[in-house]
């Protein structure tokens, strides 16, 4: 192999990393949407998008799991090539490690329904959507945070910044909705709707990095 197909080779890779993920968590909301047509009566003011791995077609919910848990291994493993390379930056990479481990957790324990009994697995389910909402929030700001230091990530700062805000405000959203009454199930389909936002900008724009370093 030639030194050109070397380079063509190793550089083949972030953008490789970055369109499974783009493919991955496109997936995911695809799943999401036909999980609402699949199960009407799981109503969205009451149930977290969890429940849908609950029941029949449980295992579809399941897959949308395993690939969001795949979209943020690629992204992180992409950022790593071709993301800034300052301390918080990997970090905040780093942290979306974490969060593909969470997600994994998450598809292979199902929680329990409101009102259903405790079981171990929903137990581990909730611990893990503490970790994966944690690890994501605390990455977006960090990554958001780094994108500045960047020449190649400089002008799509200002676009993380602002998804980065939502995420807050939603985060925020979530959590002051979790008690019984209130629309957690509203709140987290909107904090869902807001880091796929965040996910799918930055793997497009990982990407296009990828592809001018060619």
């Not at 399941?62 to 970090?91: D, H, K, N, V, Y």
């Not at 602002?162 to 979530?174: P, S």
């Amino acid at each position: 192999m030639t030194t050109q197909k070397v380079a063509k080779a190793s550089h083949a890779r972030p953008a490789f990393f970055a369109t499974t993920a783009i493919a991955c968590f496109a997936y995911g909301v695809l799943v999401l949407l036909l999980m609402h047509v699949l199960r009407p009566d799981y109503t969205p003011v009451d149930h977290m998008i969890s429940d849908y791995a609950v029941g029949p077609y449980g295992w579809i919910m399941t897959t949308a799991w395993l690939g969001m848990s795949c979209g943020c291994l690629m992204l992180m493993l992409g950022l790593f090539r071709s993301g800034p390379t300052s301390i918080i930056a990997r970090l905040g990479t780093l942290l979306l490690g974490v969060a593909s481990i969470g997600l994994l957790v998450t598809a292979i324990f199902p929680t329990d329904l409101q009102g259903a009994p405790l079981t171990r697995s929903g137990n581990i389910h909730n611990m893990s959507f503490l970790v994966n909402v944690g690890s994501i929030f605390v990455a977006t700001v960090l990554l958001a945070a780094s994108f500045g230091s960047d020449s190649r990530w400089r002008t799509y700062q200002r676009t993380a910044i602002a998804l980065t805000l939502l995420v807050v405000v939603a985060f925020i959203f979530q959590f002051l909705t979790l008690h019984r009454g209130m629309p957690y199930g509203i709140a987290n389909r909107f904090f869902i709707v807001v880091l796929f936002a965040w996910f799918l900008t930055t793997a497009v724009r990982l990407r296009a990095v990828a592809a001018s370093e060619e």
